[in-house]
Nanobody, 122 residues
Framework: VQLQASGGGLVQAGGSLRLSCAAS????????MAWFRQPPGKEREFVAA????????HYADSVKDRFTISRDRAKNTVTLQMNSLKPEDTAVYYC????????????????WGQGTLITVSS
């Protein structure tokens, strides 16, 4: 499966951005999708995940109530709507996919898109 992320950029604190991840290559019925991020000089961390079939979501505490993950099964895309952005949200964001249940560990995912940089200025 191929994943293509888009939508990064520069935004002021308090602003919003939307990331998209387009998936291709096979049927995604049994896939679950996630967003991770890697802040400068830090480890990659879980942001949000969604099950492809039921749309069940899971969020990191740091983004809960600010970020929303959703999927469009007809378009094979996953979107991360990010509101009330903070400087600490600055990171390279990655989308990822796996065929089993939602996982917050990056090592559990074997399909990754290229990263997209988000910079939140104070």
């Amino acid at each position: 499966v191929q994943l293509q992320a888009s939508g990064g950029g520069l935004v002021q604190a308090g602003g919003s951005l939307r990331l998209s991840c387009a998936a291709s290559g096979r049927t995604f019925t049994n896939y679950n999708m996630a967003w991770f991020r890697q802040p400068p000089g830090k480890e990659r961390e879980f942001v949000a995940a969604i099950t492809w079939n039921l749309g069940t979501t899971h969020y990191a505490d740091s983004v809960k109530d600010r970020f929303t993950i959703s999927r469009d099964r007809a378009k094979n895309t996953v979107t991360l709507q990010m509101n009330s952005l903070k400087p600490e949200d600055t990171a390279v964001y990655y989308c990822a996919a796996r065929t089993q249940g939602i996982e917050t560990r990056s090592v559990a995912y074997n399909n990754w898109g290229q990263g997209t940089l988000i910079t939140v200025s104070s």
